[in-house]
């Protein structure tokens, strides 16, 4: 059995040291390890510090997966059974998809690339199936500002949206983070 929860939040709201204490009480009631499913990518010098903070916070025994865009195929004939499996971040995981592998930002946005992205979201949640214990996913919110300047960034933001809607709709329980405080927007207790 799988209890499956989702953390949203905006930028620095604390939803992934929200997500973390999730991990350590489901650790200890589920009595297996921890593994923390990394999509972030140390593209720049601010983001691989900003890594190195969630690293640093992140309990020694702990096991980490860097697994910028596959998370399905990450899941699929997941060995560790059961386990606690931390995502952070979905947002960061759409921003990967929406890049691709070759990190071509000048292609063209297309409905075919946005397919295959929403498919990369189905096949993500039908991996898990496959999974007991728990999986927390840790997922930006971006859509209650202004309508973004940049192309670019509306594509990210709409995306965004969708897999968020996606994961929510799927996930049994969800949460929203502001300042550090964390209100239950659906579902109960499974424990």
Not at 103 to 127: G, H, K, N, V, Y
């Amino acid at each position: 059995m799988l209890e499956s929860i989702m953390v949203l939040g905006g930028g620095s709201s604390g939803k992934s040291v929200f997500a973390e204490d999730l991990a350590r009480e489901m650790e200890s009631f589920y009595n297996c390890d921890v593994f923390y499913l990394a999509t972030g990518i140390g593209c720049d010098q601010e983001f691989a510090a900003r890594i190195k903070k969630h690293q640093q916070r992140r309990p020694g025994h702990w096991h980490t997966v860097e697994e910028p865009r596959r998370l399905a195929r990450a899941l699929r004939n997941w060995k560790h059974q059961p386990s606690v499996v931390l995502v952070d971040c979905i947002g960061t995981w759409t921003a990967n998809l929406i890049y691709g592998e070759d990190w071509q930002e000048s292609r063209p946005w297309s409905a075919e690339r946005e397919e295959a992205c929403l498919q990369e979201a189905r096949d993500f949640i039908a991996a898990w199936s496959g999974l007991s214990g728990a999986l927390i996913l840790v997922a930006d919110e971006v859509g209650m500002g202004i309508v973004p300047e940049y192309p670019d960034a509306r594509i990210f933001r709409d995306l965004n949206g969708r897999i968020n809607q996606m994961l929510a709709a799927a996930a049994e329980q969800v949460y929203f983070v502001t300042a550090g405080i964390a209100n239950r927007i659906k579902g109960g207790g499974a424990r």
